[in-house]
DNA sequence: TCTTGAAGCTATAGCTACTAGAGACCTTAG
DNA sequence: CTAAGGTCTCTAGTAGCTATAGCTTCAAGA
């Protein structure tokens, strides 16, 4: 049985993490030991593995509950998984595509500074005004 | 002068945010009627632009105070400036090199899956195990 | 056995950048 | 003059944690 504390070691997961994984009903409530402390077996290693590492890809909570329940049904068909997986790996590229664009602006602005004064700074000029830029990066549905 | 719709309007930016920027002082308290209603002049709608446009190139509200501190100061180097710009740019290329390791590991994941059951979905066991990931995708400082 | 320090407990507040609602008030067109 | 729509303040909620305060429990050394 683990503490808290180790479970966190094991998972790579920070202790406030945990109880807020709890507390949101990611993780079952876990057994407690005489003195109130939690303790924690195999399967909550696994299931905070799992909620980590879907963390690291990006996985919202709300998408990781889902794989959760489904991966707590093994006859089931897995297309539901794998519609959340390509849904993520959509949001990945919107992502991609934006920053790509915010990345070709900023370097613009920033080369073509010529390192004067403000009055005369191309980066604040092109903050200023959009139409200074190259691409259309405006925002479109996606969270930066 | 323009009332708080019409600023939004002008700027594409909500209501609700052009009163949430004043009350953290990225913008002024503006004059209001007699009705209390707030009024703008051209002033705050440049201001306005600036901001938004500064947040979809994905500057923090931090780094834009401090831009439109810099550009109230036109005869000052724009040094600073610049340096907030590379320092976006930086952050930005981070976020790019992330997502794309992200990007790779759910294509992955997503092609090896055979579409069965839960039990033997790639999806899930791929989320289980980041051994089974090509990458080291794990996180290293900057938000996803 | 006593003590001390680390680790655990709950509860609350804070972070970013907004967004949504409630309930009241102002403005303006017809 | 009325009705509709814009605006007012205030509060609370979103995601995913993180930090603090003030307390209790546990494990190890003297
Ligand atoms: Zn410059
Ligand atoms: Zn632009
Ligand atoms: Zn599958
Ligand atoms: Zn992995």
Redesign the pocket.
Known sequence: ML??????EAAGV????I???EQIGLLPEPD???????LYGQSALDRLAF?RHA?ELG????AIRDLLSLSDEPDQSCAAADVIAKKQLTTVKARIVRLTALKAELERMITQCAQGTVADCRVIEVLSDHSHCAQDHRTSGAAE
Do not use: E, H
């Open positions: 503490t808290i504390g180790k479970l966190g920070k202790v406030p993490t109880r807020y994984y407690r030991s005489a003195g109130n402390q939690r909620i963390r996985f919202p909570l709300d």
